[in-house]
């Protein structure tokens, strides 16, 4: 879920897309532009997991 506050992430994420060239090498890249908000959230979530992920972890049900 992303806040309404978020707009620039919002307005930015349905045109986030692949780069078709690194996809066809096997690569995975995005295109670069118009991204930055995107990029500012990526760097908020990889930066703080450590505080967050054990509480997803937590939600999980027991692997049968």
């Given at each position: 879920?992303?806040?309404?506050?978020?707009?620039?992430?919002?307005?930015?994420?349905?045109?986030?897309?692949?780069?078709?060239?690194?996809?066809?090498?096997?690569?995975?890249?995005?295109?670069k532009?118009?991204?930055h908000?995107?990029?500012?959230?990526?760097?908020?979530?990889?930066?703080?997991?450590?505080?967050?992920?054990?509480?997803?972890?937590?939600?999980?049900?027991?692997?049968?």
């Open positions: 879920k992303v806040h309404e506050s978020c707009t620039g992430w919002r307005e930015e994420a349905p045109g986030y897309v692949w780069d078709e060239k690194a996809a066809a090498k096997g690569e995975d890249h995005p295109v532009a118009g991204d908000s995107l990029d500012g959230g990526g760097y908020g979530i990889y930066s703080t997991e450590w505080v967050w992920r054990h509480n997803l972890r937590d939600q999980l049900p027991d692997a049968a």
